[in-house]
């Protein structure tokens, strides 16, 4: 889980936030001073590109 | 006599949110218990140093908008943070150091208001361990 700051107070607004020892970040959620960032696990799907078989030569 | 003036510039911050806008007073207290260390032999006392008992007092306007004081302080009540009060803004160093209070702890919220007036709110954080940082 990581977090994006939300607020000027705490830093600059889209960097992501790195909470310091004691920090209380159930309280900055709270006070919506920082959001989750969900971090996808999964990998991406390849593209599903369609394979053509090259035409026979006449 | 060197002096420290403070005007408008302390930076005080509370579990990482600077609400040095919102701030009118700053009383830091850094305490150690005294304890008793004379003994026979010796013709005066003589003492050492036990366990650190610090606080730190912040007087702040009642400003309940968004990220600010209330949504600041409102889910810290009876649990520990960080607060930090610095002389200015610039970096830290030895004449401006970031008196720094890790894990310190907020028993009560007093939100003062009355007819006419700005609201206030002071809170007094306890305990904690005290660093000075100058770096």
Not at chain 2, 39 to 43: C, L, N, Y
Not at chain 2, 87 to 99: F, Q
């Given at each position: 889980m990581s977090f994006v700051i939300a607020s000027e107070k705490i830093g600059k607004i889209g960097e992501l936030y790195e909470p310091k020892a004691g920090i209380n970040v159930g309280a900055l959620l709270a006070g919506g001073f920082i959001v989750e960032q969900e971090v996808s696990t999964t990998e991406e799907e390849k593209s599903a590109k369609p394979k053509y078989k090259k035409a026979p030569k006449e | 006599m060197a002096t420290s003036t403070y005007l408008s510039s302390p930076v005080v911050t509370v579990n990482a949110v600077d609400l040095s806008d919102q701030c009118t007073g700053a009383t830091v207290n850094i305490n150690y218990d005294q304890l008793e260390a004379t003994?026979?032999?010796?013709?005066s006392r003589k003492y050492v140093s036990g366990l650190g008992s610090h606080s730190v007092t912040l007087d702040f306007y009642a400003s309940f908008a968004a990220t600010e004081t209330w949504a600041t302080l409102k889910s810290l009540v009876g649990t520990s943070t960080n607060v930090i009060v610095k002389?200015?803004?610039?970096?830290?160093?030895?004449?401006?150091?970031?008196?720094t209070f890790t894990g310190t702890f907020l028993a009560a919220l007093p939100v003062v208001t009355s007819l006419g007036a700005l609201g206030t709110i002071s809170v007094t954080f306890n305990g904690g361990v005290y660093t000075s940082d100058e770096s």
């Open positions: - | 003994s026979f032999g010796d013709s002389p200015t803004t610039g970096a830290d160093s030895a004449t401006n150091p970031g008196l």
